[in-house]
């Protein structure tokens, strides 16, 4: 209300009047039409209305009575407002005013009871007023805001309801639970194909009769129609067939309230005819897809958030898994080996975060029995199941990159084999230089002395043109030798070691005898398959070379034995010697490298050594703790089938 109005009645300077009510409760008298008896005063008390008594005196209109629902509302005692003036109170309701006085102006009761609304600040209040007697009016107030508001809530929500009903693409009907419809917007038509001056039956919400003339089975929509409306708790999903062709999605429900009431059903359909055809359209591409992808010889396996989600058949021979069972669900990662687990995770990375291919790279795979093999991986992101993912193309590259290593080794071992051809013919080219030059010289000295006469110094110099040839010839010799070490001229053959070494050590007698060596042979020496000719030239060549590098050791000793381990079968010549400086290990095969200058040789013995070993398929190296540590000549060869001592 406005200033004035109820819930700012005057409660403090309120002036007490006279109250005949009060007055007829005090003396036990009976008013007549008052309301002093008892039983209605404490109705009138207890009323959930507020209601006022005013009296008419005076042309004004003066509170007598509120009971207590009213002082509730103003917040105000009734003691204490007693005798306030109705202009004052309803001084922003001149309607309800107005109400008041013409009730004075007919004869008691037969001016009807106004009924009006007024507003208090955030609330609604629904006023009657009624004469009581010729000089009382009751004015009965009731907080209505609740229910307005609900009213207004259910309007606002009703036209929402409708707006969407009808602005909806899809077709929406309503209906009671007897079926009778209540809503439907136009879709419906439009989607059934109803048209617009069909006599539609109210009674009939899904208009079952049309429906049946359209169908591809009438009869059955029918059947499904009946029982959901005898069943109104029951949902439906499916679609209808038309007969033009046209699927229609139709879906439908039980509509309930919050007390669990059935109040109806309502359906909703939907044209999915475009959508069945593209999902048909797009089982078939699948499906052909799929056809395309099982029958591919290269592996194709597709991964969701770096699991596997699908393998093919060849994917499944490569991973060793078949079917796919045991590695759809684990993660790609765990089938990289470690070595390429770091690139491969950069460019997954790129792949799940960029959505950019990866290219073909190489890498090394694990089976699920636990070997490797290499495999080349490329992929392209796609989308699979309606979630990211990745398309992976994957091929075994074992061979090729077996064949690649080769080569890289062939390539690697040419270009030792140039730098040393290089160095081979440089230092071939000086020393056949030298001792040419020495027999020109000593041919022109035998010249000289032979025009002077002097037989005694040209016999000297023939000497010396002898031993200079026998240089040449040994140089010549040595070289012709390494030139062939590389090749096996006899196929290769049972050799028993013990006998072979024992041969080389024949060979070196007298060398072993002069120096004090004392050679020791092992018991057991095996049996190797090989060229009996050029394995002499091998043992020949160490033998002699332990003795010549032996140094000033004082109890020289040879050591020639054999043992197995995870190379295979191992054999050794180790002496006491003068050894090798470490830095020097690696060159000890290389031609022409001769560690010690005084020692007399070629420099081409060892080199022609590791050439036989590795003819016949073995390796040769060289150990030693130093200088003056003696060394150890370590090589491999091919063991016979039937190995044994050697007779």
Same mark, same amino acid.
């Given at each position: 209300m406005k200033e004035g109005s109820l819930n700012t009645l005057p409660q403090d300077d309120a002036i007490p009047r006279k109250n005949p009510l009060r007055e007829n409760e005090r003396t036990g008298t009976n008013g007549g039409d008052s309301v002093d008896e008892l039983p209605f005063r404490t109705l009138f008390l207890?009323?959930?209305?507020?209601?006022?008594?005013?009296?008419?005196?005076?042309?004004?209109?003066?509170?007598?009575?509120?009971?207590r629902a009213a002082e509730d509302l103003v917040?105000?005692?009734?003691?204490?407002?007693?005798?306030?003036?109705?202009?004052?109170?309803? *001084?922003?309701?001149?309607a309800l005013l107005d109400h008041i006085r013409r009730c004075f102006s007919g004869k008691t009761g037969q001016e009807p009871g106004l009924v009006t609304e007024t507003h208090i600040p955030g609330r609604v209040i629904h006023a009657t007023a009624s004469r009581l007697s010729p000089d009382l009016v009751a004015v009965s107030l009731q907080d209505i805001s609740e229910r307005t508001w609900t009213e207004e809530a259910l309007r606002h929500k009703t036209a929402l309801f409708e707006a969407q009903l009808h602005s909806s693409t899809d077709g929406i009907i309503v209906a009671d639970t007897t079926g009778k419809k209540i809503l439907q917007n136009v879709r419906v038509a439009?989607?059934?194909?109803?048209?617009?001056?069909? *006599?539609?039956?109210p009674d009939d919400a899904l208009q079952i009769r049309h429906m049946k003339e359209i169908t591809r089975d009438p009869d059955g929509f029918a059947a499904r129609a009946h029982h959901l409306f005898s069943h109104p708790y029951e949902t439906c999903n499916d679609m209808v067939d038309l007969v033009d062709g046209t699927i229609i999605e139709r879906y439908s429900a039980p509509v309930i309230g919050k007390n669990g009431k059935n109040y109806g059903r309502i359906w909703k359909f939907r044209d999915i005819t475009e959508q069945r055809k593209a999902e048909l359209a797009l089982k078939e591409s699948e499906e052909k897809f799929r056809r395309v992808v099982e029958s591919a010889p290269a592996g194709i396996f597709i991964a969701i958030d770096g699991l596997f989600a699908y393998l093919n058949p060849a994917a499944c021979r490569l991973f060793g898994a078949e079917p796919a069972g045991p590695l759809e669900?684990?993660?790609?990662?765990?089938?990289?080996?470690?070595?390429?687990?770091?690139?491969?995770?950069?460019?997954?990375?790129?792949l799940n975060q960029e959505r950019q291919p990866i290219a073909a790279i190489g890498e090394k795979i694990f089976r699920t029995d636990g070997t490797v093999f290499y495999a080349e991986v490329?992929?392209?992101?796609?989308?699979?199941?309606?979630?990211?993912?990745?398309?992976?193309?994957?091929?075994?590259?074992t061979e090729r990159k077996r064949a690649e290593d080769q080569r890289e080794a062939l390539i690697s071992e040419l270009a030792r084999k140039n730098a040393e051809l290089d160095r081979f013919t440089?230092?071939?080219?000086?020393?056949?230089?030298?001792?040419?030059?020495?027999?020109?010289?000593?041919?022109?000295?035998?010249?000289?002395?032979?025009?002077?006469?002097?037989?005694?110094?040209?016999?000297?110099d023939i000497v010396k043109i002898g031993t200079t040839a026998e240089r040449l010839e040994d140089l010549i010799n040595s070289l012709l030798l390494l030139s062939r070490s590389g090749r096996i001229v006899d196929s290769p053959m049972p050799v028993s070691f013990k006998d072979l070494t024992a041969e080389a050590v024949a060979l070196l007698e007298t060398t072993y005898n002069q120096r004090g060596v004392k050679l020791t042979i092992q018991e057991g020496l095996p049996v190797v398959m090989g060229d009996r000719v050029r394995l002499l030239q091998v043992m020949t060549n160490l033998l002699d070379n332990a003795v010549k590098?032996?140094?000033?050791?004082?109890?020289?000793?040879?050591?020639?034995?054999?043992?197995?381990?995870? *190379?295979?079968l191992v054999l050794y010549v180790q002496d006491n010697g003068a050894g090798i400086a470490e830095q020097n290990l690696k060159k000890a095969f290389d031609l022409y490298e001769r560690f010690n200058p005084e020692v007399p040789g070629t420099g081409i013995g060892l080199a022609t050594v590791k050439r036989i070993i590795e003819a016949h398929g073995g390796k040769i190296e060289v150990k030693s703790e130093g200088e003056g540590r003696g060394a150890t000549f370590v090589f491999t060869l091919p063991a016979a089938e039937k190995n044994g001592a050697g007779s």
């Open positions: 207890t009323s959930p209305l507020a209601t006022f008594i005013w009296q008419h005196r005076d042309s004004e209109f003066y509170l007598m009575e509120m009971n917040r105000g005692l009734s003691q204490f407002m007693r005798g306030v003036k109705a202009s004052e109170t309803y *001084a922003g309701e001149p439009e989607i059934w194909k109803i048209p617009k001056n069909a *006599a539609l039956d669900g684990t993660p790609v990662i765990d089938r990289i080996h470690p070595d390429c687990q770091g690139i491969l995770a950069d460019r997954l990375r790129i490329s992929a392209v992101p796609i989308v699979f199941r309606g979630r990211d993912g990745a398309l992976f193309f994957i091929s075994d590259i440089y230092t071939v080219s000086h020393d056949l230089k030298s001792p040419l030059l020495a027999l020109r010289a000593y041919l022109a000295l035998l010249e000289e002395d032979i025009r002077d006469g002097d037989i005694a110094t040209a016999n000297t590098y032996m140094g000033d050791q004082k109890q020289p000793r040879v050591v020639v034995g054999s043992r197995k381990d995870e *190379a295979g």
